[in-house]
């Protein structure tokens, strides 16, 4: 369980206390991931990536990205300019694997996203290249949308950690879970379940879990290269209670399910390991073959 990162990288200290080994230099990386972050408190998010990423049995080389038309406000701006490249620079790193972050803005239509277009291109770029894709939340949403499945707004924000169902349990990443499993989820948005029917159908796609009551939320395209998980595989409990603390201030009444901030417990972290370990797997597996 490695990462290939410098040596006074932030979160140095918090991953090998997880047990995670931490490279600085001598070796090659076995794989080389892009993660293209747009989240709030990016410099914070990224932990959480790498701390499932590390758990890996591959020596994992993270490569940071930022939107070029995003403002970050909210996150560490040394630490941005010190360790993140613009989307331009993603083709000259030529990565093997791409990840696509969740971002605040499930509610908003794409002509609304100041950097929709740069979202665009990542999609197109890793088509052209044929490089794996994982979009996570709305990450995962974007990434539906591209092979032709729309979204709908909730009325209500979607928080907490809910029982879901394994459609493909004979699936390469989806050996990772039981017939049922836990996943944290933290969105305002879902897909639009009649296309994800449709597109299942045409044989466009392929719906891999699903939560009763609420739809599908984890399906690949039919080539297997792209990945859209809706849901927070890679959150830590503190996560949830973070956000929890921080919702409730402006929405006093919000129901949190399947989770209780003031106990919490985490009954996700084994199998959403085991989760990003076979996605690095099948990504390690396509470029050998």
């Not at 044929?130 to 709908?152: D, K, M, Y």
């Not at 907490?160 to 996943?183: D, K, Q, W």
């Not at 830590?236 to 973070?242: A, H, I, S």
């Amino acid at each position: 369980m490695s990462l290939l990162l410098p040596p006074d990288y932030l979160h140095y200290e918090r991953l090998k206390a997880r047990d995670i080994r931490i490279e600085t230099s001598g070796r090659r990386a076995d794989i080389k991931v892009a993660l293209f972050n747009i989240m709030p408190q990016a410099e914070e998010y990224e932990f959480l990536l790498l701390n499932r990423l590390g758990r890996s049995q591959l020596l994992v080389e993270p490569l940071f990205f930022r939107a070029e038309k995003h403002r970050y406000g909210s996150s560490n701006q040394p630490h941005l300019k010190r360790y993140y490249q613009s989307s331009a620079m993603l083709a000259l790193q030529n990565p093997d694997a791409v990840l696509l972050t969740g971002a605040p803005v499930e509610h908003l239509s794409p002509d609304q996203i100041h950097y929709q277009d740069e979202i665009d291109s990542l999609i197109m770029y890793c088509r052209d290249s044929n490089t794996p894709l994982l979009g996570i939340c709305w990450g995962g949403i974007a990434v539906c949308r591209f092979l032709g499945v729309g979204s709908e707004v909730y009325l209500d924000k979607l928080s907490g950690v809910f029982r879901s169902a394994n459609l493909a349990p004979e699936h390469p990443l989806m050996r990772a879970f039981g017939e049922r499993f836990y996943c944290p989820q933290s969105r305002f948005a879902g897909l639009v379940e009649k296309e994800v029917q449709e597109l299942s159908e045409r044989g466009f796609i392929r719906p891999l879990a699903v939560m009763p009551g609420f739809g599908t939320f984890l399906i690949e395209s039919a080539d297997g290269l792209y990945t859209a998980h809706l849901g927070h595989p890679e959150y830590l409990p503190g996560r949830l209670v973070f956000e929890y603390k921080r919702d409730v201030l402006s929405n006093p009444s919000l129901h949190i399910t399947g989770f209780d901030p003031f106990n919490p417990v985490d009954n996700w972290s084994d199998e959403s390991d085991r989760f990003f370990s076979y996605w690095l797997d099948n990504v390690k597996k396509s470029h050998v073959a």
